[in-house]
Structure formats: C-alpha cells, structure tokens
T-cell receptor, first 114, second 111 residues
C-alpha cells in the first residue's frame, strides 16, 4: 500500500458516456498528478495540482476535466472519449511539485473505451 | 527534453544472475530516480540519486550516475523471479518542474 488509492480499478465506457475517476491520498502531500500510460509509450503527465491549484496542463484534450477539491482528493472527469483514450490512468502524489520529490502512485484505473 | 531513455527495452535473465539497466537523458538534472512497476499496477519508488552523487546502494540495488555522460545505471544483483517488472528512470530538474519519466525496461527473471 502506497497511501494512494484509486477507484474504480477497471472501467469500461462507451464514447457517449460520462464517468469520473477518483484518487485519494492519505500522506498529507500537497501535490497530486494524473498520468496516462498507454502500451509502448512513455508515461504521459496530464495534470499537476499543488495546494489545490492546477499548475500544469500538458495540452490535454478538453474531454478530460480534472478537479481537485482539496489536497487529498483528485478527480478526472471523462466525457465523449475516444477509443485511443483507452489506457491505464495513474494518480500520484508528492510532498511538493519539485522534481526532488519522490512520487507515490496509486494502483491505477484501467480504462477501456468502446 | 530531459526525458530519460532506458536501455534495453526488454531484458530476460535467469534467476540468480545480475540485471543491469541503463538510462540516458539530455539536459542537466537535479536528481535521477528509479521506479518499478509490476504489470498493470502503479509505480513504486526504488531509489533517488542526486546530481552530486556517483553511486548509491539499497539492498540488492546499486545505482550509478555519470553526469558527464548524462547516464545512469541500475544494477539488481542476485535477481529473483519476483523482480520481474518494468523499471523506469525519472529525471528531476531544478525548481518546480515535475519528474519526467522514460519508457522503461521490461525485466523478466526466469526461475
């Protein structure tokens, strides 16, 4: 257990559905991250939040909408996704956003878009 | 980009052998970290080496860093079947730039 939980662990959705991924960290960290991991591609950083404020958005399509209501919770709202959005979505947290920090990852949500 | 690039992409060894994975990067860094990922799971931090360090040990892991060559290596000694996983290097720059991860090396240890 890394102290970062993600739900659901698996999600299958159609292209017209709306769903949300949830991440929670119990480590007292200030920074939280969403990553996308597709087969044979590097880990892609999607969003970074520091003290609930979004500090990075790496040109992510608007069909992905993050929400960070407090430093412990992070959501990723999904709507009108495409089949190529199928991937493992990983949440991570760290004490701060500095690259000196170790990141703690959740187990991921395996998303399949039909 | 300071993205790390691991080499080889895949490595298969027998249990008891040593496994060496390499990481190269392009720009100056503050630190370099190695992570492990079991299939379909999240990444787990293994070790961090700072730019002013040359070698670091943790159990059966040994990490080296050569900033002049912009490269790092991860050595796992006396490998076990349970070491089967993907291993990623991640580079940390100055200030508040987040870590940048490489593509990973997939290690298979056969019993």
């Amino acid at each position: 257990e890394t102290g970062v939980t993600q739900t659901p662990r698996h999600l299958v959705m159609g292209m017209t559905n709306k769903k949300s991924l949830k991440c929670e960290q119990h480590l007292g960290h200030n920074a939280m991250y969403w990553y996308k991991q597709s087969a044979k591609k590097p880990l892609e950083l999607m969003f970074v939040y520091n003290f609930k404020e979004q500090t990075e958005n790496n040109s992510v399509p608007s069909r992905f909408s993050p929400e960070c209501p407090n430093s412990s919770h992070l959501f990723l709202h999904l709507h009108t996704l495409q089949p190529e959005d199928s991937a493992l979505y990983l949440c991570a947290s760290s004490p701060g956003t500095s690259g000196e920090n170790e990141q703690f990852f959740g187990p991921g949500t395996r998303l399949t878009v039909l | 980009s300071q993205q790390g690039e691991e080499d080889p992409q895949a490595l298969g060894i027998q249990e008891g052998e040593n496994a060496t994975m390499n990481c190269s990067y392009k720009t100056s860094i503050n630190n370099l970290q190695w992570y492990r990922q079991n299939s379909g799971r999240g990444l787990v931090h293994l070790i961090l080496i700072r730019s002013n360090e040359r070698e670091k040990h943790s159990g059966r892991l040994r990490v080296t860093l050569d900033t002049s060559k912009k490269s790092s290596s991860l050595l796992i000694t006396a490998s076990r079947a349970a070491d089967t996983a993907s291993y990623f290097c991640a580079t940390g720059g100055e200030g508040n730039t987040p870590l940048v991860f490489g593509k990973g090396t997939r290690l298979s240890v056969i019993a």
